[in-house]
């Protein structure tokens, strides 16, 4: 499928790859993802890993819409010395930094991390390519318009899915410039996009392919699981394995979600069916 170069450590996915969640926020958008005690943050790390995750991926900010922006040094204060534990005590563990900020990749990947996820691409601050690119990290390059404060406000598009590819044969342009050479993308499920918007660009998925590059799928108890359904984030892991499972067989090479052990367990049966 692909490899990922992890600061000298090579992350060969042979079948897809299941990055787990972990916030390290009081106000991310499902409660039961709400880590703030060290002790908890390297417990469900530890579970995650137990439960087959092949990335970590820790964020310090929620980008739920309407969601508070926490500045730089706030963000440094609740991520920096958790990467750094997870690093210590976990230490074949491949953490992936959730963060636009490119002071904050760069001090995590000096604390352990190997990987930087930007659900900005760079447009929020525009140290972070050559920053990523100097730390020598795979990165998450994300679709997103405006920030998460302002992101609904921007739902209008005359074609989702052409919108969105050619977005990434832009920005994975300007990243292979900047000089990043492992590039992930994420179509950004529910940033800048209404429930209908999230199933079309899911049902097309296959279409980013052309960009040839990982597509990392981010679903987990997202609004338009638990809104289709009429139900909450804490009642939408069904629901999230139905479109993680979709998202597999639509192209995505990565997922990202709060529960490790159910979407190891959709990826596992997907690659026996496909493999029948």
Do not use: W
């Amino acid at each position: 499928m692909f490899t990922l170069n992890c600061k000298g450590r090579l992350l060969v996915a042979d079948k897809p790859l299941v990055m787990g969640i972990i916030n390290i926020t009081p106000d991310s958008f499902y409660p039961g993802s709400r880590l703030q005690d060290p002790a908890r943050v390297l417990e469900q790390a530890t579970q995650m890993l137990h439960d087959g995750a092949s990335i970590l991926d820790v964020g310090g900010q929620s980008t739920r819409p309407d969601s508070t922006l926490l500045t730089e040094a706030e963000e440094l204060q609740r991520t920096i010395a958790n990467i750094a534990a997870i690093h210590r005590e976990l230490p074949e563990a491949i953490i992936s930094v959730d963060t636009f900020y490119a002071r904050v990749a760069e001090e995590a990947v000096v604390a352990g991390a190997a990987m930087v996820n930007d659900i900005s691409a760079g447009s929020m601050d525009s140290a972070m390519l050559t920053t990523v690119a100097r730390l020598k990290v795979p990165y998450v390059c994300m679709h997103m318009r405006g920030t998460p404060q302002t992101m609904q406000q921007h739902t209008q598009y005359d074609d989702v899915v052409k919108e969105v590819l050619d977005y990434f044969i832009e920005k994975t342009a300007d990243c292979k410039k900047a000089g990043i050479h492992d590039v992930i993308i994420d179509p950004g499920f529910g940033f800048a996009k209404t429930t209908d918007q999230n199933l079309r660009l899911l049902k097309q998925l296959q279409v980013l392919q052309i960009v040839d590059r990982p597509i990392l799928a981010g679903l987990s108890r997202k609004a338009t699981i638990y809104k289709t359904l009429g139900t909450t984030a804490s009642n939408a892991l069904n629901g999230t394995t139905v479109l993680n499972t979709l998202a597999l067989q639509n192209g995505a090479t990565i997922l990202r979600v709060h529960d490790v052990k159910e979407a190891v367990e959709a990826v596992t049966l997907f690659c026996a069916y496909q493999n029948a």
